[in-house]
């Protein structure tokens, strides 16, 4: 693993998928048969720090949940493509719009829409709990799970690795 901690200095953006990443990828359903989607505070924590730093931060998912976009534009993030049908065009946008390289990029997924993402992006990492063929191509597997700080793990690994992480948090607003 220390190859992956190496590669870390080199990350200069954070893209995300929503549904078994940053939620769990099992949910109740609410009145209208739609998943209710779950929100980690430490996941949203990193997120502001990561965003405080410096570091563009991306949500790509194919779903549309107007309170899941409320919550990450209340946390800062900038970036938001939802009913993404095509990650990789989403990326693209996103890379063209940041000036950040996809080699540059950490992108993690957890299922196969995220698969061909995965391969463009320098850093591709997952949650424990992705798919086998998620996993395969990932560089590094979460020991947690998507909705339980996955995030939090790979956005704090990366930032320990580039010296960035313990930052004055009291400038950080709408932590959570």
Not at 26 to 35: A, Q, R, V, Y
Not at 46 to 67: D, S
Not at 130 to 137: C, G, H, L, Q, T
């Amino acid at each position: 693993m220390s190859f992956f901690k190496e590669e870390l200095k080199n990350v200069k953006a954070f893209v995300f998928d929503v549904d078994g990443v940053l939620s769990k990828d099992t949910s109740p359903l609410n009145e209208k048969g739609e998943p209710v989607r779950t929100a980690n505070v430490k996941d949203g924590f990193a997120m502001r720090v990561a965003i405080a730093a410096g570091y563009p931060v991306a949500i790509i998912t194919g779903g549309f949940v107007e309170r899941v976009r409320l919550r990450h534009e209340h946390l800062g993030v900038k970036f938001y493509y939802e009913n993404a049908h095509d990650k990789v065009e989403s990326l693209e946008d996103f890379c063209r719009k940041t000036g950040v390289a996809p080699e540059n990029v950490l992108f993690m997924g957890d299922d196969l829409v995220d698969y061909h993402v995965m391969l463009r992006v320098g850093i591709p990492v997952c949650p424990h709990d992705a798919v086998y063929d998620i996993k395969s191509v990932s560089k590094y597997i979460s020991h947690k799970n998507g909705g339980e700080g996955c995030v939090r793990d790979v956005i704090e690994q990366t930032l320990r690795a580039q010296e960035k992480w313990l930052i004055d948090t009291a400038t950080i607003k709408n932590a959570f």
